[in-house]
Nanobody, 115 residues
């Protein structure tokens, strides 16, 4: 069983930056493929970016060059560095840990991009 706790969400102006953190407990996150998802009001939850156990990353086109996912296995933490934020990035951001048929979620953290 894995517990995930996200933090770092905030209200930020367009063009600003935020770093989200996802801390795991109950198990080492190093064995999981980790992902950041987001869900905007009235929209389906979408995968934003992910990182494999080997460090390979994948991102949706709309965040490429702006968002970076990373993992620190020593701290059992996954990060999402978000730069050049846009109003359309406004959403609740969720951390996800996946291994075969195991799938764990955090409670989410709100990111609001507005002037």
């Amino acid at each position: 069983q894995v517990q995930l706790v996200e933090s770092g969400g905030d209200l930020v102006q367009p063009g600003g930056s935020l770093r989200l953190s996802c801390v795991g407990s109950g198990s080492s996150l190093s064995i999981y493929t980790m992902g950041w998802y987001r869900q905007a009001p009235g929209k389906q939850r979408e995968l934003v970016t992910s990182i494999t156990t080997g460090g390979n990353t994948n991102s949706i086109d709309s965040v490429k060059g702006r968002f970076t996912i990373s993992r620190d296995n020593a701290k059992n933490t996954v990060y999402l560095q978000m730069n050049s934020l846009k109003p359309e990035d406004t959403a609740v951001y969720y951390c996800n840990a996946k291994l075969y048929n195991l799938n764990y979620w955090g409670q989410g953290t709100q990111v609001t991009v507005s002037s």
